[in-house]
C-alpha cells in the first residue's frame, strides 16, 4: 500500500532524509520511532506530500506521490493524517470538521457526509459531542475527532505523527484504543509514537531512525527480542525508553 523508494530530502544543506526506503503491506501497522530531530515526521509528511522530497519514489497504493500531475486532494484522501496537535477547524462543530473535506473533495451531498460523520463518531465513541466546538472538547475527544475525519475521507492508509504525545496521561489510553481497533480491522497503518507498550501489541514491524536514515526496519519480535542483535544507536534509544 506504501512504497518509500531511495527516498532524500534537505533543508538547505541540511540532509533531513539519508535515502529511506519501506514498505507497508495492505493490513499491516508499522510504527515508526527514534530520537528527536531524525526525520521521522518528515518521512511521515512525505508519503501524502506535504513535504516534498528531491530523491527517490513514494507510491500511495497506485498513486505515485512524486508526479506532478497527481491529484494532491485526492492523496490526502486516500493517506489520512493524524498530526500530534490534532488540527482541527475550531471554528466549525465536530460535524462540520467531518463533513467539509467530504463534500469538497469526494463531492457527497451533505446529508451522506452527515451520515458518514455521524456513524464514524460513534465509532469512536463521541456521538455526544456532533454539534460542539472542538476548543470544548478534552484533547483525547479531539483527537478521537481528527482520526474520525481522516476516516470520513475512506483512506486506504492512515499516518499518525505522535498522536498521543500532546495528550495528558489520562487521555493516551482513549486514542489508542481507537487505534487498536483501527488495526484491528485491518487498517493499513504508518505510526510515529513512543508508545512502545501499543508497538508491542499492534505493530507487525518497527522502523528506527537516526539522523535521517532507517536503521532498523524489522519484525516486532526481532526488535523487542535480542537487544544485542540491534544497532548500537538502536540500544541506546530503547535503553532510555523502555
Ligand atoms: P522528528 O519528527 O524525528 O523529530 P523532523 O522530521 O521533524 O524530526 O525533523 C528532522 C530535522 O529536520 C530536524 O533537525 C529539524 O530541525 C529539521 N527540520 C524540520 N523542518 C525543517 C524546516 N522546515 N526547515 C529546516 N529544517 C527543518
Ligand atoms: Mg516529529
Known sequence: MIEIKNVSKWYGD???????????????????????????????KTVNALEPFEKGEITVGATSVGDPRTNLPRLRAIAGMVFQHFELFPHLTVT?????????????SREDARARAWTLLERVGLSGHKDKHPGSLSGGQQQRVAIARALSMDPVVMLFDEPTSALDPEMVKEVLDVMTDLAS???????????????????????????????????KAEFFGDVNARAPRTRLFLSKIL
Not at 96 to 108: D, P, S, T
Not at 192 to 215: N, Y
Open 96 to 108: 462540520e470538521n467531518l463533513c467539509l473535506g467530504q463534500i469538497k473533495v469526494l463531492k457527497r
Open 14 to 44: 541540511f540532509q533531513v532524509l539519508n535515502d529511506c526506503s519501506t514498505k507497508v503491506g495492505k493490513g499491516e501497522v508499522v510504527v515508526v520511532c527514534g530520537p528527536s530531530g531524525s526525520g521521522k515526521s518528515t518521512l511521515i
Open 185 to 219: 480491522e485491518g487498517m493499513t497503518m504508518m505510526v510515529v509514537t513512543h508508545e512502545m507498550g501499543f508497538a508491542r501489541r499492534v505493530a507487525d514491524r518497527v522502523i528506527f531512525m537516526d539522523e535521517g536514515r532507517i536503521v532498523e526496519d524489522c519484525p
